[in-house]
């Protein structure tokens, strides 16, 4: 189990045109390291999907079919959009640099 302290959310922002959008939303959850998604438009929250860290593919795909069939329902109403993409990455710590020995010359 991993320690709350030790827990970085990351986010990552991109454009995407709408024809594109429920592509790259069935990307992000067959990758299955996201928490959260959110669609944003001109600054203003359109969809917020809550993903569950460790279920991806077919399975989360199944799962969550409803919630494409909206964001399809989205990309065609809208042209640009902004997804953000929340993910949670467990913080490295005690890692140590190999020493290199100096040359003489």
């Known amino acids: 189990m991993v320690d ?3 827990v970085r959310v990351t986010l990552e922002e991109m454009k ?22 959110l669609i944003r438009k001109d ?3 359109l969809l917020e999907i809550p993903l569950s860290v460790g ?3 077919a399975t989360a795909a199944i799962f969550l079919l409803p919630t494409l069939a909206a964001v ?4 065609a109403l809208v042209s640009d959009v902004d997804i953000v993409i929340e ?3 467990a913080h490295v710590t005690d890692v140590k640099a190999e020493e290199v ?4 010359d």
């Open 72 to 75: 399809g329902a989205l990309a």
């Open 55 to 57: 279920v991806g593919g």
């Open 4 to 6: 709350k302290e030790k």
């Open 87 to 89: 993910r949670e990455e």
């Open 43 to 45: 600054n203003r929250t």
């Open 101 to 104: 020995p100096d040359k003489k």
């Open 16 to 37: 995407v045109r709408g024809s594109h959008l429920v592509d790259k939303v069935k990307e992000v959850i067959e990758e299955g390291n996201a928490r959260r998604l």
